[in-house]
């Protein structure tokens, strides 16, 4: 106890402790405490002063600031009140120290209480006015979109802050329209978030609703935007829980906001067993896929962290990051192409692991089709048969297979490719060797050469935006969701299966580009949007099954199996293995042989 201040709150509560007793007494006896019981009173604090305060130590009530006080200190106090309230009781009646009243045992611990905790936040109140008191005059007024929780933590963050100010709240609630949170009023009807702006002259308006469906929050920044506001937004739930708010993460509401899914839920323990304390490999480790599995498998401390990836500089930066993120984590960085049978073979005599996660690919429908048509096919299937061999001969006990949508009823060569790739896993699966898991989910929010990223570089240009079809729809989750699914069903698989993840409602690009339009603060006649046509390969639609599959329901809501009826003879392995060997083929021989090994496939 070297810090002045901590002495200082220590002599404030001791004479909380003695003030505390008197005032029991003195209600006891209505103000008129007979003499043979002031004796008792003074005497007896010569036990009762040296007791509490050493629980107060022993609960440690001096740790925090009394300018931070809060609800866990509060809780603290109390308990440290209340278990010296017992313990004197108990030695009055067991020690029989003093004739004190037994209301007088009941008083003290609640006027204690009351004293204690209403002097530190009656310190933090006035401390706050005084340093964060003047900011209204020094920021900008904002509109707070919601009056729950969430609300009330982000007005007493912008309380402090010298940026906003917050002059009313917008709800749809109608139990709080006309009410007032931390003496602000609260208005109702968010479509009504214009006449509010007006009133108060506001430019800016933040959404305070992380626990909102995506929908409701999808037609509040339309409001809030089509009144010509800047809609801003706090961080996530999951970061108000783990105390992570403050202005500094307030920002413009991106897209992703809008389409956010309900979160995951995982099964901590399955993939404790799954990833704890073993050698995990994840090829493709730099994409946007393999990156966020190795973020989230960091997270469950796996024995070694093996990555895979033919990019050099992708490596480099998931490994820096990873330095950063899990400093302690023991990590191996290889570069090389899963085509290689020998680095391959190398890499997991190596390693060996026991988990892989499959994520290295060619994704770009277009890019695939003609000239890199053959690079496809060889590194999404042929890759992935190199690389589940090896699993094979390594003993690795399970391998997990990143597949796309687009191999359903594929129209182009990388869904075909990928599809293929599935039927390669399928076919080897053996009993008591290597567990083969396919994970097949379609578009993930952000990612590499996704949608998205064209369309806000699009807008930065000042337009025009280009989407390809006015009815073109494709199904989103994002990319945190959609690896943590993979890990589930990862854990799940017990080999042969294609688990097919839920992706919601398919979202028409018309109006994610409509979407990304508004929340830049432009509109459709400031930046126009153009219709290019269907690139090569694309489909109006993508399917997470196909029309002869059936699914079969999993434990985990998300997560469905599909039933595959066709199997991989002996014979149409043998012939696809040597259609794979040659390192060159023209696009027009390429997709006629997927025709007849991929026989859904359409492409041509």
């Not at 480790?285 to 990156?291: K, L, P, R, V």
């Not at 796996?302 to 998931?318: H, I, N, Q, W």
């Amino acid at each position: 106890m070297t810090n002045p201040r901590t002495y200082a709150a220590f002599f404030h509560d001791l004479v909380a402790v003695a003030l505390a007793w008197a005032l029991a007494f003195l209600l006891r006896f209505n103000f008129d405490i007979p003499p043979e019981f002031v004796g008792v009173a003074q005497h007896s604090l010569l036990w009762v002063m040296p007791l509490l305060g050493s629980l107060f130590f022993a609960f440690g009530l001096y740790r925090g600031l009394w300018r931070f006080a809060s609800l866990s200190d509060l809780q603290h106090l109390v308990a440290a009140v209340v278990v010296g309230g017992l313990l004197m009781t108990a030695a009055v009646v067991f020690l029989g120290l003093g004739p004190i009243p037994r209301s007088v045992l009941i008083l003290h611990p609640l006027l204690l209480a009351l004293m204690m905790g209403g002097s530190r936040f009656a310190y933090r109140s006035w401390k706050e006015h005084r340093i964060y008191g003047p900011a209204k005059m020094r920021g900008q007024p904002v509109l707070v979109l919601g009056a729950g929780e969430a609300a009330d933590s982000l007005l007493r963050e912008l309380h402090r802050s010298g940026l906003w100010y917050a002059v009313a709240l917008v709800d749809e609630n109608p139990q709080k329209t006309g009410r007032s949170l931390r003496g602000l009023p609260v208005f109702g009807s968010v479509a009504n978030i214009g006449e509010v702006a007006g009133k108060y002259g506001v430019k800016h308006v933040i959404m305070a609703m992380p626990e909102a469906k995506s929908s409701e929050r999808r037609s509040a920044a339309e409001y809030a935007s089509g009144a010509g506001l800047a809609v801003m937004t706090m961080p996530s739930y999951d970061d108000l829980l783990a105390g992570r708010l403050s202005v500094s993460n307030i920002r413009r509401v991106e897209l992703e906001d809008l389409l956010g899914r309900e979160a995951v839920s995982l099964d901590d323990q399955g993939l404790h067993e799954l990833l704890t304390g073993r050698v995990v490999l994840v090829s493709g480790a730099g994409g946007s896929i393999g990156s966020e599995l190795c973020r989230q498998i960091a997270k469950f401390s796996p024995g070694r962290l093996v990555l895979l990836d033919s990019s050099e500089f992708a490596l480099y930066k998931m490994d820096e990051e990873l330095s950063h993120l899990c400093p302690m984590l023991s990590r191996s960085c290889w570069a090389g192409d899963v085509r290689d049978a020998d680095r391959v073979d190398e890499i997991l005599v190596t390693e060996q692991p026991a988990v892989i996660f499959h994520a290295a690919a060619y994704k770009h429908v277009p890019l695939m089709e003609d000239a890199n048509a053959w690079q496809a096919v060889r590194t999404n299937a042929l890759g992935t048969l190199t690389l589940a061999r090896a699993a094979q001969r390594a003993g690795v006990d399970k391998f997990v297979l990143i597949s796309t949508d687009k191999a359903v009823n594929p129209t182009n060569v990388m869904g075909a490719s990928k599809r293929l790739a599935e039927r390669l896993c399928r076919a080897q699966q053996v009993d008591g060797g290597t567990r083969f898991v396919t994970v097949r989910f379609g578009n993930v929010l952000g990612s590499n050469g996704s949608v998205i990223p064209k369309f806000r570089e699009q807008i930065a240009r000042g337009g025009p935006v280009t989407v390809t079809h006015p009815d073109i729809v494709r199904y989103f989750m994002t990319i945190p969701e959609a690896a943590q699914l993979v890990l589930q069903a990862g854990w799940m698989g017990q080999g042969g299966e294609i688990f097919v993840l839920d992706m919601g409602e398919p979202v028409r690009i018309v109006d994610l580009a409509r979407d990304m339009i508004r929340l830049s603060g432009f509109s459709e006649d400031d930046i126009r949007i153009e219709f290019s046509g269907l690139r090569p390969g694309e489909k109006l639609y993508e399917e997470l099954l196909a029309d002869d599959e059936a699914t079969l329901p999993t434990p985990h809501p998300k997560l469905r199996i599909a039933r595959l009826l066709d199997r991989m003879d002996e014979a149409e392995r043998e012939a696809l293995l040597a259609w794979l060997v040659p390192s060159v083929r023209h696009a027009a021989e390429v997709k006629q042989g997927l025709k007849l090994f991929v026989p859904e496939y359409v492409g041509g």
